[in-house]
């Protein structure tokens, strides 16, 4: 009965010792083929086309978008922002006039006090900014343009 076990046990380690030699990842080899290329190089010439040049269409000249016309009647100023305010200012008593002259329409005034507000703000930085002959030209602008506001507010 040792016989038998000994011989067994024997065997199965021989067979596990044998089974075991390699890990089964490395068994595997990737076979890399070369492949070498039997064909004939031939030069291929292609035809250039000629490049042909599109013309430009010559641009229109822009009007300078520093050109902010001041309406009739208001001073001229070497500052674009003092320019802008000017215009932007008569835009300003336009609107009121005719909110004045339609009366019931309160939406016109409310648009207006936005536009006031806006227009504060712009003068209180423009102030800052304007050399003192313009600053007086300014004001005397200012001086007529509240009389004006004026008149049309006792209309009302």
Do not use: H, W
């Amino acid at each position: 009965m040792k016989n038998i076990l000994l011989s067994s046990l024997l065997c199965l380690l021989l067979s596990f010792a044998v089974s075991c030699k390699k890990d089964p990842k490395e068994d595997k080899v990737e076979v890399v083929e070369e492949v070498a290329d039997s064909t004939d190089v031939v030069e291929v010439v292609e035809e250039k086309k000629p490049v042909v040049k599109k013309k430009k269409k010559p641009k229109k000249k822009k009007p300078k978008t520093d050109e902010i016309k001041v309406p009739a009647g208001a001073p001229s100023f070497d500052s674009r922002e003092a320019r802008k305010y000017i215009r932007d200012y008569e835009a300003y008593v336009a609107k009121y006039k005719k909110a004045v002259e339609s009366k019931a329409d309160m939406d016109a005034f409310l648009k207006l006090s936005e536009s006031s507000s806006n227009l504060t703000k712009q003068y209180r930085k423009l102030i800052s900014t304007l050399p003192a002959d313009e600053i007086e030209k300014m004001s005397k602008y200012m001086q007529e343009k509240t009389k004006q506001i004026d008149a049309l507010s006792r209309q009302m």
